[in-house]
Structure formats: C-alpha cells, structure tokens
C-alpha cells in the first residue's frame, strides 16, 4: 500500500538577512500554512521606499492564520498588506498585544501608506474582526487548521510579547514546533524574564544580540545617570531614540527610579519628555494592564510610587508643540532629556531633535536599542564616535548633511532582547532539548557565533541558519 507522508516544512519570508522583516511560514501540507508574524522590513534589510518594505513577497493561498509574537513594526508592518492582498482568517495574539496592534499598524499606515481616515477606518474595523485574543499559558485549538494546537507563553521582551509553541499532528507523528520571536533579557524593567519550556522539537530562534553580552543591570543604571549628570551640569539635553512601545516605558521606569534616589538634589527639576503621540498611549496601557508587570514594579506600585507617571514626566502631543519645543531646547539653557520615535532614527519626531541639537557639543545623544546597518541611528553611533567626531563625523538626515558635534554614547544592557547567555540559557534549561534549531533574526556574525555555542549545549542537533 502506498502512503504519502506530508512532512511539516518552515518557509522564511523575513528575518534572515539581518533583524527585521519578521515573517515565517509553518506548512502543516501542501494546502494548509499558518504564518508567523508579518513584519515589515528596514534600513539596509529594505527595498528603499516605505511602501516597498510594506510589500508581501510571497503567496498566501495556503495561509490559514497569522500569529503574532508581538507588535513592534518589524513583526507586524506587512499585516496591512496582508489583508489587503485577501487574507481573511484569524490573527491570534496575546490579550494585551491585541490592544496594541490596533495602534501600530493604524501608525504604520499614517506614515507609510495613506492618511485617508475613510480606509484606516475600514482597516481598523476588519482588524478588529479578525484579531483573536489568547491567554498566556493556555493550550488553544487553531478553528482554522485541523491537528494544531497552540500556546502563547510570556517572552518578557515587551509587553504582550510571547513566544510561540504549536503542536502539529501529520498522520501518526507528533511534532512541537517552537518561534521564539523576539525573546526578553533577564533583570530588564518591568517585566519578568521568560521561562524555558519543558521541551521541543524544533526551534526557530532569534539571534539580535547572539555575540554579545549584555551590561549588569547596576553598571548600565550607573552609566544612564553618569550621562545625564552631563546634561544637568552644562544645561545641554539627552536625546534617547526609542521605540515607542518597550524601551520608552523601561526609561521612564528606571528614570523615575534614579530620580526617586536623588531626592532633594538638582535632579528634581530635570523634565523628562516623551514626544510621541504613540508612546504617550502606549505608557497608558502599560499602566493599565500592571498585572503583566514584575514584582519589583508592582511593588513600587503598592509603595504609592508611580514609575510611568511620576512629577518631571511631560508628554508632548501635537506637532506644533514639537516643533516649538525642538527651537526652545535649541536656544535655551534648560537641561532635559527627551525620549522619542523611531529607535533607529529612520523618521519620527527625533529625526527633528536630531537635526537641530547634533551639530550642539553640550548635546548627548544615548542610544539603548540595536541599530540595524543602513539606518541613521547606526551611521550616527559610528561617525559619532570619539575619533570621527574630532575630525569632522556627520550624518545624512532627510537629505541633508549635519554635523556631528554631540557626544554620542551606547548602552547596550537596556536592550529589551536576550544577549547571547541568555539564548543559550533558555535552550540549556528544556528539559528535552530540539533536534532541529533554525537561527533567525540576526546579523551574520551573530547568527554564526550563536550556532558555535548552540553546538555545545545540544551536539546531536541539526542547527541551521536560514538563508
């Protein structure tokens, strides 16, 4: 008797060449596909215009679902698309990221696609529609797709971020299938690290900072408050580029923090300003859904501290007062440290900042985040640096040349993603370690670096990078 055996195959549509563009493929057969996040590509991962990297370039006839891990734009910016192009099942998330992914991609579509208030609306409504809300920890059936099942798990990356297991059932076989998405640091603000999963077959795993370790969390606090002192002695200002969902809310968390120890001292009187729209409604959510936070947040919560909405706290809304507020940190002598969009200076509000306060000495600009190659944030922590700068660094931003005279300084154990120990940690912890582990989501010496270390700790695996 002949019997055809459909084996399980992962296609990758993004995040192979470098960090962004997150998108992958689960085909349980040859009619039936269920993708994993949708996200959209940027700096030199992109095809150069913004409606470009918004483009899907695969078919979707099969796809049954979409998954999200979480909603930062590389994961989830080609969803627009995606339902543009037909796609009409279930778009599974965890309970607080489907209140946030509204809100993203109606950004996405702002900045990238149209400013029609008449199709963001119809979008946003569909979206609602389609968008399916699960519970962490809790194994669902997939309505869409016989013989899966699904679980989201925390992934302390940002908040509603998860890491995905599937349980696929072809024929007789059983196979655990696990996304890591974009996995959390330990000991970062606010939310706790993930825990390893008991077991797995197979991995797919990011690799962002797979080379690398990260700083102590008492060291990179040190240094954030050595930086800004700079500020409150030469009244210059701290940029921060930020995303406007994750780190924006660890820097306030720990800025309220560092503020709250120098009681009584010149700190009290430096203005903290957020200037973004999306991250002022982001901080409200992250307030409102404080039953995801660690426990040392709720614990200053309960002390009646408040480490999202605290007095120096100033939120700027409208582009006009962004505007005037970019000219009167130009030419006033006020110390302030302004956390803004985008995290890689590739648009949004810093890129203004930027403009104006770069070519300023009493200026520092803090980078806490990856900046992929290509985009201005990279340029800048290059052509920034101590040598360039003496000699004549500059950047490029919105077609013009601006010198850099700020310092620029990087602090890396802010990132909200799992350093190489880290990685490695949360695969050494399964008590069943993959047999298959596929390394994603990363720059090719992090990718190669991470699967000599992986060979270590599983040797009779078959790890792969994607290519």
């Not at 099969?62 to 998954?67: D, I, N």
């Not at 509204?102 to 199709?119: S, W």
């Not at 100033?314 to 000219?327: G, M, P």
């Amino acid at each position: 008797m002949n019997m055809e055996v459909h084996m399980i195959d992962i296609k990758h549509h993004g995040a192979v060449n470098g960090v962004t563009g997150s998108c992958h493929e689960l085909f349980l057969n040859d009619d039936t596909s269920v993708l994993i996040d949708c996200g959209m590509f940027q700096g030199a991962e992109s095809a150069g215009a913004e409606s470009d990297n918004l483009k899907l370039n695969f078919p979707i006839t099969t796809v049954k679902a979409l998954f999200v891990t979480h909603c930062h734009i590389d994961h989830v910016g080609r969803i627009p698309s995606l339902i543009s192009a037909g796609f009409n099942g279930p778009i599974y998330a965890s309970e607080a990221t489907a209140r946030l992914l509204p809100l993203v991609l109606e950004d996405t579509l702002k900045i990238g696609v149209t400013r029609d208030k008449n199709l963001i609306r119809q979008f946003l409504t569909l979206l609602h529609q389609l968008i399916q809300p699960v519970e962490y920890r809790q194994w669902h059936h997939a309505t869409s797709c016989d013989n899966l099942k699904f679980r989201f798990n925390p992934a302390g990356h940002i908040l509603g971020s998860a890491y995905i297991e599937f349980d696929c059932l072809v024929g007789q076989q059983k196979e655990r299938i696990l996304f890591s998405g974009d996995l959390g640091a330990p000991y970062a603000p606010l939310l706790p690290a993930p825990k390893s999963p008991w077991r797995t077959d197979r991995l797919i795993i990011e690799s962002t900072y797979g080379d690398k370790q990260h700083e102590q969390r008492r060291i990179r606090r040190q240094n954030l408050q050595q930086i800004i002192s700079r500020c409150l002695e030469d009244a210059g200002t701290v940029l921060i580029p930020a995303f406007s969902i994750g780190r924006t809310q660890e820097l306030l968390y720990e800025l309220e923090d560092i503020i709250h120890r120098q009681k009584g001292s010149s700190w009290e009187e430096i203005d903290v300003i957020v200037d973004s729209p999306l991250a002022a409604k982001f901080t409200e959510h992250y307030r409102e859904l404080s039953d995801l936070w660690d426990a040392e947040a709720k614990s200053r919560k309960i002390e009646g501290r408040h480490p999202l909405s605290f007095d120096q706290l100033i939120t700027i809304d409208s582009h006009a007062d962004h505007l005037k507020l970019v000219n009167y940190l130009k030419s006033s002598g006020r110390p302030a440290i302004v956390i803004a969009a985008s995290g890689m200076c590739a648009g949004g509000r810093i890129v203004n900042y930027l403009t104006e306060l770069l070519p300023d000495p009493r200026t520092d600009v803090l980078f806490v985040g990856y900046q992929a190659k290509g985009t201005p944030g990279r340029d800048i922590q290059k052509y920034g640096a101590e040598k360039y700068r003496v000699s004549g660094g500059y950047v490029y931003l919105d077609n013009q040349k601006i010198d850099i005279k700020a310092q620029v300084h990087s602090i890396s154990g802010y990132s909200a993603h799992a350093d190489q120990k880290d990685l490695i940690n949360f695969v050494k912890r399964m008590g069943h370690k993959p047999k298959e582990i596929r390394i994603v989501h990363g720059d090719n010496d992090a990718k190669r670096i991470l699967k000599t270390e992986m060979q270590e700790i599983c040797p009779a695996a078959e790890i792969l990078i994607p290519g």
